[in-house]
């Protein structure tokens, strides 16, 4: 009974509590039409006896004024600023020290607006203050929303308003006109005249004329002569590189001669030892080649694409590395678990034959992760970007080679140990290496992350300034000028890494033109693009006058000119360096900018579509779009049959191919030849 009381005197208490509870004021919103184009949306408040209500632009060092905001205003131009109505109060307040104007007892507050189209759909919300002569509310909000079919359409104020989204749409992430830096201001003029009736000839065009748009052209791309697509073999090479730098890690180097020794005593006969190390071998591409198909068909090419363009990822793999790279520097030894590899150990002296081979090199890809697990983290997360489901494995090939090679090679030829360098100091010193690479890495992680959900938290001359202090921090190191917990007393600095540190801080150099936008077509690749930079002295850049498909479609219908449609990613590494290295080139530029209409889609766009579309997708199953990136993602696999990027395809009017697509290839001529192609072809179609 006890509880029960204590129950309901508490129940008592917040019942009271919440009838102290202020509401001194009470909005009602209505919109006022009368028949035609312009109508008023109108916020009436009563106030209580002893209250008052601010009225609006009081300044920034005054109490909350009031101000509308608008979550939405589809089919709306508002006129005028929010106009206060009614008996405004002015008076000197001592406490903030300026002349406030404020509403007793009842209080008005008027936005004027125009209709632009035929339906409108509105939302919105008045912010007020609130106060009497012993506190303040807190800023408070009047909602309102409203949709349906417009009384009258303001001729004038519509063309403004598709005026207006092209050149919302026309502008590059800086805030910036997107135009070619040659052109005259008359042809500026007729370029927006042209935009704003593209977009408006997009929302007269019907659900059929849309399909056209998207019909599939990959028969008809296959008729052309397509390039050879290089990326696997840059995976390949990519793979061996990182199996190269594995090797001389303190981690794999010493166990060299230890097994090689371990083969040639195991077995009298030369050739069975030989035998064996090759047996060796290959399963130490047998164990990393499986790693990398197990990647592959846990993912596929579309899911491991999608991540390597999630923020949550990106940032984690950020860390992962930063973590790696602290490793590296001797923070502390990343290790799994000795027990696996003892077990492994253990059952490879049990066994005989090829399951005992195989064994050691199981034991040594566990033995030599502290090392090796980084550099293969990496390579996975990277090729990702690819879209290539093969990617991860042939990665994976490569790496295994550059491993297994010396392996076979010492057994062969027992001799070259002696010439081979002994281990060392100099060890230490690759991995403090790694770990300053890795952690440059980790900046274009972050980077991807950033820049696919507009954060911009890592602009290019951010990303530039850090990439400057990593590698002049990495050349100092090289020089001797600190050392980290693992280095030998008394290290110095020989010729090899002299050389080293030369180079690394010639680079640090090379890049602090950067900051004032110089290309730097050598880190374009992983640098954020141009258009993040905010202080940018250099002009020659190409931008797309388009990022919807449909618009500059209907642009380039109504200016007679060919389309080259560039399907690119924020987190793309090959599309980087396209256009530091292609794009700047002056004869591609004026191409670009005189000769065609250009639309590029960016595939890993996490901006919300308005609605979310349900599709069919290339192999029958339904989809639901609902991000910006997916449909043009969804675009390039449809009508287009391909999901990797770069990708540019030069298409007429119509949407259909001039020639055929184009992907990562730095040879200026031949892109001219690419482009000149579909310009003639396009001119012999008329």
């Known amino acids: 009974m006890k509880k029960l009381m204590s129950v309901v005197m508490l129940l008592f208490v917040a019942i009271l509590c919440n009838a102290q509870m202020a509401n001194p ?57 929010l106009t206060p109505r009614g008996h405004e109060i002015s008076k000197m307040d001592d406490m903030f020290g300026m002349v406030l104007r404020y509403f007793e007892n009842s209080a008005q507050f008027v936005q004027k607006i125009k209709f632009t189209k035929p339906e409108h759909d509105i939302k919105c919300y008045l912010e007020y203050g609130a106060c009497n002569d012993e506190s303040c509310m807190p800023p408070s909000t009047a909602e309102f929303a409203h949709k349906g079919k417009s009384p009258a359409v303001d001729a004038a104020a519509a063309k403004d308003a598709a005026k207006a989204d092209v050149k919302a749409e026309a502008k590059d992430a800086n805030g910036a006109d997107v135009a070619d830096p040659t052109t005259t ?54 793979g061996l ?14 166990i060299i001669p230890m097994t090689v020794s371990f083969f040639l005593k195991r077995n009298k006969e030369r050739r069975k030892a030989i035998r064996e190390a090759i047996t060796y071998g290959v399963s130490i591409v047998v164990i990393y080649v499986a790693l990398g198909l197990i990647v592959s068909l846990l993912f596929g090419a579309s899911a491991l694409n999608a991540l390597s363009t999630n923020a949550i990822f990106n940032i984690l793999f950020c860390l992962l590395l930063v973590v790696f790279a602290a490793s590296f520097f001797g ?93 060392g100091g100099w060890m230490n010193v690759l991995k403090v290496v790694l770990g300053f690479i890795e952690l440059a890495f980790a900046l274009k992680f972050l980077s991807v992350a950033d820049l696919a959900y507009g954060w911009h938290i890592l602009d290019r001359e951010a990303f530039l300034a850090l990439w400057i202090i990593i590698f002049g921090l990495l050349g100092l190191y090289l020089l001797g000028m600190f050392n980290f917990p693992h280095d030998d007393e008394g290290r110095r600095t020989n010729v090899p890494q002299f050389f080293l540190a030369l180079l690394s801080l010639s680079f640090a150099m090379y890049m602090v033109p950067g900051l004032w936008g110089a ?16 202080f940018n002295l250099y002009k020659n850049e190409v931008h797309p006058r388009f990022k919807d498909f ?29 256009e530091a290295a292609v794009w700047t080139d002056s004869k591609v530029a004026d191409m670009l900018n005189q000769k065609y209409v250009l639309i590029s889609l960016y595939v890993d766009d996490k ?16 989809r639901t779009l609902r991000t910006i990136g997916d449909k043009w993602s969804y ?36 892109y001219m030849k690419f482009l000149q192609t579909g310009l003639d072809n396009y001119n012999n179609k008329k």
């Open 550 to 578: 449909e618009a500059g479609m209907a642009a380039a219908r109504l200016e007679g000119k060919p389309v080259m449609v560039d399907f690119t990613g924020f987190g793309c590494v090959n599309c980087r360096k396209m």
């Open 331 to 423: 923070a502390f030894e990343i290790t799994l678990p000795s027990s696996w590899s003892n077990k492994i150990d253990q059952k490879s002296d049990e066994t005989s034959g090829f399951i005992s081979i195989f064994l050691m090199a199981f034991t040594l890809s566990l033995v030599s992760f502290s090392c090796t697990g980084p550099i293969i983290g990496f390579l996975l997360v990277a090729v990702s970007s690819s879209g290539d489901i093969v990617a991860p494995t042939i990665g994976m090939l490569g790496f295994a080679v550059a491993l297994a090679v010396p392996f076979a090679l010492f057994a062969m030829f027992p001799t070259l140990l002696k010439s081979a360098p002994k281990s």
């Open 241 to 254: 590189l990182g199996g190269l730098l594995a090797l001389f890690t303190p981690c794999v180097w010493p």
């Open 635 to 670: 675009l390039q696999r449809y009508k287009f049959g391909s999901n990797t990027q770069p990708m540019y395809v030069l298409i007429d009017n119509e949407g259909m191919p001039l020639t055929g697509s184009r992907s990562y290839d730095e040879d200026i001529n031949e």
């Open 519 to 534: 290309p730097l077509k050598a880190v374009s690749a992983f640098a954020p693009p141009m258009n993040t930079q905010d």
């Open 185 to 238: 201001a008359e042809a500026v003029t007729d370029t927006v005249a042209t935009d704003t009736a593209a977009v408006a000839a997009v929302a007269n065009m019907d659900k059929s004329e849309l399909q056209k748009l998207w019909t599939p052209v990959v028969k008809q791309l296959e008729k052309f002569d397509k390039p050879i697509n290089n990326s696997l073999l840059y995976i390949f090479f990519a």
């Open 25 to 81: 004021v009470k909005f009602t919103v209505q919109l006022k039409t009368n028949g035609t184009a312009e109508a008023e949306i109108v916020f009436s408040g009563k106030i209580e006896s002893g209250w008052h209500v601010y009225s609006t632009n009081l300044g920034g060092d005054g109490p909350t004024e009031a101000a509308v905001h608008f979550d939405k205003k589809d089919g709306i131009e508002l006129v005028g600023k």
């Open 607 to 622: 901006t919300p579509l308005p609605e979310p579309m349900t599709v069919t997708d290339t192999d029958g199953t339904q």
